[in-house]
């Protein structure tokens, strides 16, 4: 029997719990938000789909699933400006997530931004292992990054390492894509304002991060031992530790199964460790009382 929680039903959370449904991947289903109407309206409806998957909105189940994933809280709006900002929000609703689970042992996907340093404080908080805790994010970079280089007709091949906000590394040395310092500028520009376009638009990103979310609990439950880059808790990786930064990582079913370094170019490396800077400050502000 495989269990899934979604604390935070709403775009986002709702999103990946209707894909999960439809999956057979998964055989019973927790779905918690602190908005109890959307919670009921989106249980409904997910049970208007009439799949073989049990479902209950019973916060006491939550611990007890194989995986959570955490997307309860803000959201950005055009007036907030980086992902950082939502830090003071969005950290009493991740300590409402760890208070409901103090002996988790399961795989906890953290969605809700800043998703590096909420990664960081969840580990903290919870004493989860560091390979069953994962960040949410460079996936949806490097689908960016990617559409971005198609369009300058260069090979999309690239990924995202760093923070998933301002401090995001786009990686060019690895694919061989010999693009110079100043155009590397005004990419990384460019990807530093995708997602608000989306959210100026439509009000918040949806379609990508679903997928890519589903992406990634696709390849725990089946194992996959697939390529990612997430968020990892870093314990020496490039000399940096204190933080949970964007990493290349394979994934399977115990989670974050090992975390690779590839070499990165000077003006990468630069970046990665003001990331990882950005980042760590940010984490030693947090309060874990
Ligand atoms: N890491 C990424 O790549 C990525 C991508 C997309 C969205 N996000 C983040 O995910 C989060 C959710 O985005 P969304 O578009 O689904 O927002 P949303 O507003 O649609 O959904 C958030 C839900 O959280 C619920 N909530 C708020 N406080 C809660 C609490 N204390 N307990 C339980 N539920 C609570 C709200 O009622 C709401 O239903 C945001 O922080 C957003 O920035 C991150
Ligand atoms: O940009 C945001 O605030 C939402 C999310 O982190 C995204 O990248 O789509």
């Known amino acids: 029997m495989t269990s ?21 991947l998964i055989d019973n289903l927790v779905l918690y938000d602190c908005y109890q109407p959307l919670l009921e309206a989106q249980r409904l ?37 980086t992902r950082a900002a939502l830090l003071d929000c969005n950290v009493p609703v991740a300590a409402e997530l ?36 994962i960040g949410f994010g460079g996936q949806l970079d490097g689908a960016r990054f990617n559409y ?46 995708a997602s608000m376009e989306i959210i100026k638009g439509k009000g918040a990103t949806e379609y990508a991060p679903v997928y890519h979310i589903w992406q990634l609990v696709s390849a725990i439950l089946t194992d996959s031992k697939e390529n990612f880059v997430c968020s990892a808790i870093m314990d020496g990786e490039y000399g940096i530790s204190g ?16 975390v690779k370094t590839p070499e990165l170019d000077s003006w990468e490396m630069e970046h990665y460790l003001n990331a990882a800077g950005f980042v760590t400050d940010l984490c030693r502000r947090l309060n874990f009382d």
């Open 148 to 193: 971005e280089l198609r369009l300058r007709d260069l090979r999309p091949d690239g990924i995202i390492l760093g923070e998933h906000g301002e401090h995001q590394v786009p990686i060019f040395s690895l694919a061989g894509l010999d693009v110079d310092l100043s155009s590397r500028e005004e990419i990384l520009t460019t990807l530093r304002n």
């Open 4 to 24: 899934l929680a979604v604390f935070g039903t709403g775009r986002i959370g709702g999103g990946v719990a209707s894909r999960a449904v439809s999956s057979g």
């Open 45 to 81: 409806d997910l049970e208007h789909m009439r799949c073989p998957v049990t479902i209950s909105t019973n916060p006491e189940k939550i611990a007890a699933c194989d995986i959570i994933l955490y997307t309860a809280g803000l959201p950005r709006n055009p007036n907030i400006k």
């Open 243 to 258: 933080c949970s930064l964007g990493i290349p990582v394979i994934i399977g079913r115990e989670g974050i199964l090992s």
């Open 98 to 133: 760890a208070a409901l689970i103090p002996e988790y042992k399961g795989i906890l996907i953290v969605v809700t931004n800043p998703a590096d340093v909420l990664t960081y404080y969840l580990w903290k908080k919870i004493g989860l292992s560091k390979n069953r805790i």
